[in-house]
T-cell receptor, first 113, second 115 residues
């Protein structure tokens, strides 16, 4: 079945470091890909998305490129801030499953000043 | 745009009480709303999918008589946890989307604690 695999956390970085959170997927259809962020005690916010191969989603300095050849959607940011500390979820949706979201396990990011 | 309001944000109540959680899409009409449960340090578990005007579709293992879902309008869905017990304590999150293929937009979640 369809699935999403994320790198395990927590990921701990110093402020202004470069961030990569890996995400790979398996899907029988042609999925749309998403990154959601969850700040402590809050619900989830859509961070960025991509709907077709080679699309790059970007928001708030974060970027992710839909790579069909490697079935990946890695999240990157050039210089992280303490306020980026949160849990990041990679997810996909496909038409065959009525566009329900298939979630990765989440990666906790801790940024130290 | 695409704001989803979930209320209440936190509930603490005694065992045996029924608790209602509301999920509203404030600036769009949501044909579909989703209810999730999140255990500590875990990903979201989809409980049910509700479409306006029809019965909710529950995921395997979720008791429909325990978790009553009503999607009365295009902007409101409610989840009622009936006769709640301590094992029902969790973080419940709703989401809403305009239509198939569109992103889901999430509420801020409800922390339910049953004593």
């Amino acid at each position: 079945g369809d699935s999403v695999t994320q790198m395990e956390g927590p990921v701990t970085l110093s402020e202004e470091a470069f961030l990569t959170i890996n995400c790979t997927y398996t899907a029988t259809g042609y999925p749309s890909l998403f990154w959601y962020v969850q700040y402590p005690g809050e619900g989830l916010q859509l961070l960025l998305k991509a709907t077709k191969a080679d699309d790059k989603g970007s928001n708030k300095g974060f970027e992710a490129t839909y790579r069909k050849e490697t079935t990946s959607f890695h999240l990157e940011k050039g210089s992280v801030q303490v306020s980026d500390s949160a849990v990041y979820f990679c997810a996909l949706s496909v038409q065959d499953s009525n566009y329900q979201l298939i979630w990765g396990a989440g990666t906790k990011l801790i940024i130290k000043p | 745009g695409a704001v989803v309001s979930q209320h209440p944000s936190r509930v603490i109540c005694k065992s045996g009480t029924s608790v209602k959680i509301e999920c509203r899409s404030l600036d769009f009409q949501a044909t579909t709303m989703f209810w999730y449960r999140q255990f500590p340090k875990q990903s979201l578990m989809l409980m049910a999918t509700s479409n306006e005007g029809s019965k909710a579709t529950y995921e395997q293992g979720v008791e429909k008589d325990k978790f009553l879902i009503n999607h009365a309008s295009l902007t409101l869905s409610t989840l009622t946890v009936t006769s709640a017990h301590p094992e029902d304590s969790s973080f419940y999150i709703c989401s809403a989307r305009v239509g198939s293929g569109q992103p889901q937009h999430f509420g801020d979640g409800t922390r339910l604690s049953i004593l």
